[in-house]
């Protein structure tokens, strides 16, 4: 296990985080997965588990600071180091601004923002020490193009950005390198089931975006890409 890379990745009970835990685990690292839903999270022990690849999981919702201080407790009482976090927990209502009530409102900036950032303070001091270390962030094509019923949503995601920015520009002395992945509709649980069943055809898949995050972390010389866009083919949807 000391020969081993250690990723953390947030709500990777299912979609992008899922196939990242897998693709990062069939890659020889060991993986720390966490989520508010333990029974998916089994589910990926399971799979990983029956391939020999090192997985542990964690219940941790990251909203909650206290979740999260206990959980990266816990992977550096197990480690004593991390190699990469990967913020990726995320939730959304596609409902317009009059819409969203107050508890989704403080549900959306509170995971999204707040629990991406919560979990960077959380290892971000164990980087430093080491004086090395990647934080990769999951934003969304709506810090870059205007989407209706998604204000919330993009409010998240966009202060996220301009946190990741200016972390970057503290760290970068440290060996620290911060990058924002910024996808397009990807075919995960965050969309409805009737425009999965209308636009999977078109939509990225969660395991060729996890093919980047790997190629990402495994990039040995001293390039950062700061920002990676990704968007289906075909466009936005």
């Known amino acids: 296990m000391k020969d081993k890379k250690i990723v953390w990745i947030t709500g990777a009970s299912s979609g992008i985080g899922r196939a990242a835990a897998i693709e990062f685990s069939n890659n020889g690292f060991h ?23 090192l997985i542990e999981i964690f219940e941790c919702d990251v909203s909650s600071s206290t979740d999260v201080e206990k959980c990266v407790k816990i992977i550096f009482e197990k480690t004593n180091r991390i190699d990469c976090l990967i913020n990726n927990a995320g939730i959304t209502s596609f409902k317009s601004a009059a819409q969203n009530s107050v508890n989704e409102i403080d549900e959306i900036i509170s995971t999204n923002l707040l629990g991406s950032i919560y979990s960077v303070k959380s290892v971000l001091p164990k980087m430093i020490e080491q004086k090395e270390g990647l934080i990769i962030n999951i934003l969304s094509v709506v810090v870059k193009k205007t989407f209706q019923y998604s204000s919330v949503y993009a409010a998240s995601k966009s202060g996220l950005l301009a946190y990741s920015n200016v972390l ?7 060996g620290i390198r911060v990058v924002n992945v910024i996808p397009g509709a990807t075919d995960t649980p965050i969309w409805s089931d009737e425009k999965r069943k209308e636009f999977s055809n078109r939509m990225m898949k969660p395991e060729n975006i996890a093919k980047i995050l790997v190629d990402v972390t495994t990039e040995k ?17």
């Open 168 to 174: 970057r520009e503290e760290n970068r002395k440290h």
């Open 31 to 53: 993986v720390f997965a966490s989520s508010r839903k333990l029974a998916n999270l089994e589910s990926l022990k399971n799979e990983i588990d029956a391939k020999n690849n």
């Open 221 to 237: 010389n001293n390039i950062v890409q700061e920002e990676i866009v990704l968007r289906p083919i075909e466009g936005d949807l």
